[in-house]
């Protein structure tokens, strides 16, 4: 099991390595891009995602195979650090939803408001709605630390 979290990682260090090499070297517009490119991005996201759907499956075996919580005492085992790593995953993907949306909302709004001032409010509203993604993993989160 310790294979897929070591795979899980390189496939994050290779993702991140292609965002700084993208942020260091940008594409112009009118580049094709390579081949090669399309495929180790994608090959990167596909090996991630299979590594996390095997780490769930085959943890789901160590999960249940753990004494409770109040049974075990203090001592955290690996089905147990499983479980905190999925309880915190919706906060994370909210996150990152809620960074995605408010983005272009707040562009936008900064665009309105130098063209009409009084949108003001009404904008605020908008990116409060957008920021509202984040809560709602938060509090996933903290309900399902209530289960441990």
């Known amino acids: 099991m310790y294979w897929l979290i070591a795979l899980m990682t ?9 965002g700084i090499y993208f942020d260091a070297r940008p594409l112009r517009k009118d580049a094709k891009v390579r081949r090669w490119l399309k495929g180790a991005v994608g090959a990167n996201l596909l090996i991630f995602v ?3 759907v095997g780490l769930v499956l085959l943890a789901i075996q160590d999960v249940m195979a753990q004494p409770a919580a109040a049974e075990a005492g203090k001592e955290i085992s ?8 999925g309880i915190g995953m ?7 939803g809620a960074g995605i949306a408010v983005g272009p909302v707040g562009a ?4 309105v ?10 904008t605020l509203v908008y990116l409060g709605l957008a920021e509202g993604i ?10 399902l630390l209530g289960q441990i």
Do not use: C, D, H, N
């Open 10 to 18: 390189l496939a994050l260090v290779g993702i991140i390595a292609m």
């Open 50 to 52: 299979i590594a996390q």
């Open 78 to 85: 690996v089905g147990l650090g499983l479980a905190l790593i």
């Open 90 to 96: 919706p906060t994370a993907v909210a996150t990152i």
């Open 108 to 111: 936008a709004s900064l665009a």
């Open 113 to 122: 408001i130098a063209e009409k001032p009084e949108t003001f409010g009404r």
């Open 134 to 143: 984040a809560i709602y993993g938060l509090v996933v989160t903290i309900l």
